[in-house]
């Protein structure tokens, strides 16, 4: 079993369906066994992935619906998701800070925030976890950090 800290990017795979889509629905297929744990914000950016594609008429209104009914399913039955609040907020402008001092970049707000709520869930659970994005920059920061990480985007 293995414990997955998935920022929205990644999760957003699992609906949508795009590079590393397959990887992301064969480890968070609930007969893995693997625990899923993302940011509270991912109930707010996973919908606004999905208005997105429709917008853009890449997926029509049922599909719309019927995805984004799935999502809020596996967030309220499959996934654990990290409060945000306060606290989390300014251990997120430290990470900034410390990144663009320690290792010469910033980190996006958002990013920022995700890497915090995967901190935090190192520190809850006293256990390994496995930070997993498509963001680049943002897996550098995990692994600074002392995240192992994985990207789906490199399993086509």
Same mark, same amino acid.
């Given at each position: 079993m =293995? &414990? @997955?800290?998935?920022?929205? #990017?990644?999760?957003?795979?699992?609906y949508?369906?795009?590079?590393?889509?397959?990887?992301?629905?064969?480890?968070?297929?609930? =007969?893995?066994?693997? #625990?899923?744990?993302? #940011?509270?914000?991912? #109930?707010?950016?996973?919908?606004k992935v999905?208005?997105?594609? @429709?917008?853009?008429?890449?997926?029509?209104?049922r599909? =719309? &619906?019927?995805?984004?009914?799935?999502f809020?399913?596996?967030?309220?039955?499959?996934?654990?998701?990290?409060?945000?609040?306060?606290?989390?907020?300014?251990?997120?402008?430290?990470?900034?800070?410390?990144?663009a001092?320690?290792?010469? @970049? !910033?980190?996006?707000?958002?990013?920022?925030?995700?890497?915090?709520?995967?901190?935090?869930?190192?520190s809850s659970?006293?256990?390994?976890i !496995?930070?997993?994005s498509?963001?680049?920059?943002?897996?550098k920061a995990?692994?600074?950090?002392?995240?192992?990480?994985?990207?789906?985007?490199? @399993?086509?």
């Amino acid at each position: 079993m =293995t &414990v @997955y800290f998935v920022d929205s #990017s990644a999760i957003a795979k699992r609906y949508i369906t795009e590079i590393g889509s397959r990887w992301i629905r064969r480890e968070f297929d609930p =007969t893995m066994g693997n #625990s899923i744990i993302v #940011s509270e914000l991912a #109930s707010v950016e996973i919908r606004k992935v999905l208005i997105q594609h @429709y917008v853009d008429r890449r997926i029509g209104i049922r599909d =719309t &619906v019927r995805l984004r009914n799935d999502f809020l399913l596996h967030l309220r039955d499959e996934y654990f998701a990290i409060t945000v609040d306060i606290h989390l907020l300014e251990q997120a402008a430290q990470l900034m800070r410390k990144h663009a001092l320690l290792h010469a @970049y !910033v980190l996006r707000s958002m990013d920022a925030i995700q890497l915090a709520c995967a901190v935090e869930a190192v520190s809850s659970l006293q256990t390994l976890i !496995v930070f997993v994005s498509g963001d680049q920059r943002l897996l550098k920061a995990a692994a600074n950090e002392g995240f192992q990480s994985e990207n789906p985007e490199h @399993y086509p």
